[in-house]
C-alpha cells in the first residue's frame, strides 16, 4: 500500500538523520550523502506510486501535502548546503560571516518575490483545507493562474506543482535555520553539539516532532525563554541543535495541530498527567 510505502520512506529519513550532523568538519561530506540518500528515496516513493495508484482522493491529497513535500524539501535544502559550503571561500573570519549573510540575504529576496506575495503561501501557512483537492491532485494545473515556466516540464503523474511549492517552503525554512546558526554561532552551544561529546550521543528527543513543537510554541506563548522576545524560529533552531533532530515546517505542523477534534495540546496534557502521577508517587 501507498500509506506504508511513506511510512517507511519517512523512517528512512528519520534513521539517516539520526546518524547525520550538520558538524563544520564534514558538512560537504555529510550534506552530499544525505543528498544522494534522499534523491534515490524519492525515485522509489514515485515508483511506487505509479505502479500502486491512490486509494482515494485524501490519501493521494495527504501525499502531495504532507508526504512528498517532506522527502523533497529536505532534498533540496541538504543539496543546498553541500551547494553553499562547496562554493564557501574561507574557513572564518569577516569574509565567512560576509559569504553566509549575502546567502541569507538571497533567501529572504526569494521568499519576498516568489512566497509572501502568493495566495497560496497565504493558504498553506494558515492551515486551510478547502481548496486541498485543487492544489494536492493531480492533473488540475491551472495555467491561468501564472504558473512558473517549469510547470511544463513536471511529471505530471507524479507532481500537482503546488507539492513542488511546499517542498520549497519546507526546505527554505530549514535553509534559514542553517544560515542563522551559521551566521550568530555561539561557541558554547557549538562545543556542546560536536559529535565528539559522549553526553550529547546518549541526549535526544524520543517522543513525536509535533510533541517537540508545541512544547515549542508553549514556551514561546507563555513569554517562558527571553521573556518572550524570542522568535519561533530562534526557539525551534535551538531545540534542533539541542536534540540533534530536524523539525521541517513547525508553522505548517502548528496550525495542523488547531483542527485537532479532541485536545489541542496532546503533548501538554500528557505532560501535566505524567508530573501529577509522578509527584503523588513521591507523597
Known amino acids: 500500500m501507498i500509506r506504508s510505502t511513506c511510512e517507511n520512506a519517512l523512517q528512512v529519513i528519520r534513521k539517516a538523520e539520526q546518524q547525520f550532523s550538520l558538524d563544520p568538519e564534514h558538512i560537504i561530506e555529510k550534506s552530499y ?148 546558526s551559521k551566521i550568530e554561532p555561539d561557541t558554547q552551544q557549538t562545543s556542546f553539539f560536536s559529535d565528539g561529546n559522549t553526553a550529547n550521543r546518549d541526549f535526544f528527543w524520543t517522543d513525536s516532532k509535533n510533541a517537540l513543537i508545541e512544547l515549542i510554541y508553549a514556551l514561546h506563548a507563555s513569554g517562558s525563554i527571553s521573556h518572550g522576545k524570542a522568535g519561533i524560529r530562534k526557539i525551534s533552531m535551538v531545540f534542533q541543535l539541542l536534540f540533534r533532530i530536524q523539525l521541517g515546517d513547525v508553522h505548517h505542523a502548528f496550525h495542523r495541530m488547531k483542527d485537532r477534534t479532541d485536545s489541542k495540546s496532546i503533548f501538554l496534557d500528557q505532560l501535566k498527567s505524567s508530573l501529577k502521577q509522578h509527584m503523588e508517587k513521591e507523597l
Not at 562554493?87 to 529572504?108: A, D, R
Request: glycine share 4%; aromatic share 18%.
Open 33 to 180: 550523502h544525505m543528498t544522494t540518500v534522499l534523491r534515490n528515496l524519492l525515485s522509489t516513493v514515485k515508483k511506487n506510486v505509479l505502479e500502486k495508484g491512490f486509494s482515494d482522493e485524501s490519501e493521494e491529497i495527504n501525499f502531495f501535502k504532507s508526504i512528498k513535500p517532506q522527502i523533497l524539501g529536505k532534498l533540496i535544502f541538504y543539496n543546498k548546503v553541500f551547494r553553499i559550503e562547496a562554493s564557501c571561500p574561507v574557513v572564518s573570519g569577516k569574509m565567512h560571516h560576509k559569504y553566509f549573510s549575502n546567502e541569507l540575504n538571497l533567501l529572504k529576496q526569494e521568499y519576498k518575490d516568489h512566497f509572501y506575495t502568493t495566495d497560496f503561501y497565504r493558504y498553506y501557512r494558515s492551515g486551510r483545507t478547502e481548496w486541498d483537492h485543487h492544489f494536492f491532485c493531480l492533473g488540475k494545473i491551472d495555467l491561468h493562474e501564472g504558473v512558473n515556466s517549469f510547470v511544463f516540464e513536471i511529471d505530471t503523474q507524479f507532481s500537482t506543482y503546488y507539492d513542488y511549492k511546499v517542498a520549497r517552503i519546507i526546505a527554505n525554512e530549514l535553509l534559514y535555520s542553517y544560515l542563522i
